[in-house]
């Protein structure tokens, strides 16, 4: 079993950064892709990025490639979801999630364990 909690949102001005922190209890934290999703008010789950088991591979939803760079340290069985440039339509709650597999995923419903969340609010 793997928990997920993540930290590290809060309210920012558009333009500015925040780093999301994903922190995971529990054995072989390096065997699982990692990715992140969000969900917006009113809207549905959308996923944002994702780096594979090793993080040789990183992919990243259309909206956030340059904006958003994803990464993992082992070591700390952390994943980190730096975010620069944010803007007021990234407003959303960030999930942190796990698969057990090598190769990254978009789709949701391949992840087998995740957080509770934390919320990103950006003011324009």
């Known amino acids: 079993q793997v928990q997920l909690v993540e930290s590290g949102g809060g309210l920012v001005q558009a333009g500015g950064s925040l780093r999301l922190s994903c922190a995971a209890s529990?054995?072989?934290?390096?065997?699982?892709?990692m990715g992140w999703f969000r969900q917006g008010p009113g809207k549905e789950r959308e996923f944002v990025a994702a780096?594979?088991?090793?993080?040789?591979?990183?992919t990243y939803t259309d909206s956030v490639q340059g904006r958003f760079t994803i990464s993992r340290d082992d070591a700390k069985n952390t994943v980190y979801l730096q975010m620069n440039s944010l803007k007021p339509e990234d407003t959303a709650l960030y999930y942190c999630?796990?698969?057990?597999?090598?190769?990254?995923?978009?789709?949701?419903?391949?992840?087998?364990?995740w957080g509770q969340g934390t919320q990103v609010t950006v003011a324009s």
């Open positions: 999630a796990a698969r057990n597999a090598y190769y990254v995923s978009r789709n949701s419903g391949e992840y087998d364990y």
């Open positions: 529990g054995p072989n934290f390096s065997v699982f892709a």
């Open positions: 780096i594979s088991r090793r993080g040789a591979e990183t």
